[in-house]
Nanobody
Framework: QVQLVESGGGLVQPGGSLRLSCAAS????????MGWYRRAPGKERELVAT???????NYADSVKGRFTISRDNAKNTVYLQMNSLKPEDTAVYYC?????????????WGQGTQVTVSS
């Protein structure tokens, strides 16, 4: 199985920045899409950003121009650079990794890291 370890969350003031990291370890075979999701209190989990194995990115409209997703395939790590943070960005952020093993597709989730934006 694949384990995901997240780091970088914390408390920041509006307009501040944070960089989230998610490192995958364990039975790594062929990782395809990696991404970040978030869930705010009282809301459904939503997609924040994804990045394919060849670097194609997709962002939620609410974070476009402020967040940047990237990955380091050699380190099996995905990052989320968050700039110009707003209070509405407050949520638990989850890392997601899709891996292909043979013809099967597997999805793995991190435990989540809290991001709080408040003055």
């Amino acid at each position: 199985q694949v384990q995901l370890v997240e780091s970088g969350g914390g408390l920041v003031q509006p307009g501040g920045s944070l960089r989230l990291s998610c490192a995958a370890s364990g039975s790594i075979f062929s990782i395809n899409t990696m991404g970040w999701y978030r869930r705010a209190p009282g809301k459904e989990r939503e997609l924040v950003a994804t990045i394919t194995s060849v670097g194609y990115t997709n962002y939620a409209d609410s974070v476009k121009g402020r967040f940047t997703i990237s990955r380091d395939n050699a380190k099996n790590t995905v990052y989320l650079q968050m700039n110009s943070l707003k209070p509405e960005d407050t949520a638990v952020y989850y890392c997601n990794v899709e891996q292909l093993q043979g013809s099967k597709r597997y999805n793995y989730w991190g435990q989540g890291t809290q991001v709080t934006v408040s003055s």
